[in-house]
Structure formats: structure tokens, C-alpha cells
């Protein structure tokens, strides 16, 4: 079974603080999508990450794909209430199904 | 506005009734994903279909089916409904045939009382 783990898998800070959120997994992925889901709402995609070691930034979000593409980090910088949501990471295994982790839900306070 | 449109965006139904869903995928798309998310949970994914022909499934139930018509419009069919059937339904289109980005339609809320 392929699983994406992503941690931690509830994060409340402060506005303006930094956060790094976390997508792992034992197999290897062709590439891993990071999307964005608001309540009430179908999750929007963030970035697509293919390349080990690739990082790819979106204003105050850097994505990062790791060198053995098992893994995955997206870093936001001074968070603002608008960040608020659910992230979910999603690795391409086979050319048919995206594998989805369970997905951080993040609370911006401010 | 991904494009993908959903109906209806709520529904209240009870045990052991049948629902079907809707979903129009974005102009030009011709894969249609849908999927499956309960309260806090990730999305489970269900069925692809690919240009009106079946191309993946998931974790579908046997009680559910979809279909994918002529004009690339969606149905996903819902039969002897139970209480854990409530969620989250979403339909996502992409113009791959193959995994690739997708682009994901508001939902449908199913509750079942």
C-alpha cells in the first residue's frame, strides 16, 4: 500500500509567524502535487513539484521536493489569516491515481 | 471559479434511498475524477473516466456507480444509501488521460439521516 504521510496533521500559529508542514512517504513519486482546500470548498492546486531537489516558490510559499522524491515540505513565510486551510500533498504513483495524504489543517490567528 | 461545476451542492436524503450527482467537467477537459471526503478526513479517491470510457477505480463502493456521457458530463450514482455514506462529494476534471493536474469542482454535501 502507498502511503503519504503529511505532519503535522493540525497547526494553529500566530500571523506573521513561519511554519514548515510535511508530505513523506516510503515510495517514490514521479511528482507530488501540494493543493489548498478552504471550508466548504474543492481543494485548489498550489504548485507541482517533478524534479528531486526541486523548490518552487509561490509569494510566501516554498515548495520543496526532496532529492529521492519520497518526500515533500511547503514553508510559509509570515503567514497571514488568508493561509488558512487545509493543505493536502499528493504523489503520482501510477499514470491512473494520485496517492493523497490525510492533509494539515492550518489556522492562521490574528 | 476552476470551471467545474457540481449539482446539486447539498443533499439531504434518507437510508436506503438513491442519489445521483452531477458534475460538468471544464470546457475542453476529457477526464473526470470523482472522489470521496469525510468530515476531516483526506479525499478517497472512487472512479476515473477518460473520454466517457472507465479508466481507474479506486475505493468504490459496489452500491455506487458512475458514467461519463457523450457530451463529457458526469454522474456518479449513489444506491441503498446508509448512514456512512455522508460527505463530502467531489468531481475534479483534468485534460490528461494520464495522472496530471486536476481541477476540482465545489462538492456536494450528501447527508443521510
Known amino acids: 500500500t502507498q502511503l503519504l504521510e503529511q505532519s503535522p496533521q493540525f497547526l494553529s500559529i500566530q500571523e506573521g509567524e513561519n511554519l514548515t508542514v510535511y508530505c513523506n512517504s516510503s515510495s517514490v513519486f514521479s511528482s507530488l502535487q501540494w493543493y489548498r482546500q478552504e471550508p466548504g470548498e474543492g481543494p485548489v492546486l498550489l504548485v507541482t513539484v517533478v524534479t528531486g531537489g526541486e523548490v518552487k516558490k509561490l509569494k510566501r510559499l516554498t515548495f520543496q521536493f526532496g532529492d529521492a522524491r519520497k518526500d515533500s515540505s511547503l514553508h510559509i513565510t509570515a503567514a497571514q489569516t488568508g493561509d488558512t486551510g487545509l493543505y493536502l500533498c499528493a504523489g503520482v504513483w501510477s499514470n491512473y491515481q494520485l496517492i493523497w495524504g490525510a492533509g494539515t489543517k492550518l489556522i492562521i490567528k490574528p | 471559479d476552476s470551471g467545474v461545476t457540481q449539482t446539486p451542492k447539498h443533499l439531504i436524503t434518507a437510508t436506503g434511498q438513491r442519489v445521483t450527482l452531477r458534475c460538468s467537467p471544464r470546457?475542453?477537459?476529457?477526464?473526470v475524477y470523482w472522489y470521496q471526503q469525510s468530515l476531516d478526513q483526506g479525499l478517497q479517491f472512487l472512479i476515473q473516466y477518460y473520454n466517457g470510457e472507465e479508466r481507474a477505480k479506486g475505493n468504490i463502493l459496489e452500491r455506487f456507480s458512475a458514467q461519463q456521457f457523450p457530451d463529457l458530463h458526469s454522474e456518479l450514482n449513489l444506491s441503498s444509501l446508509e448512514l456512512g455514506d455522508s460527505a463530502l462529494y467531489f468531481c475534479?476534471?483534468?485534460?490528461?488521460?494520464?495522472?496530471?493536474?486536476?481541477?476540482f469542482g465545489p462538492g456536494t454535501r450528501l447527508t443521510v439521516t
Open positions: 475534479a476534471s483534468s485534460p490528461h488521460a494520464t495522472v496530471g493536474e486536476q481541477y
Open positions: 470546457s475542453g477537459d476529457l477526464s
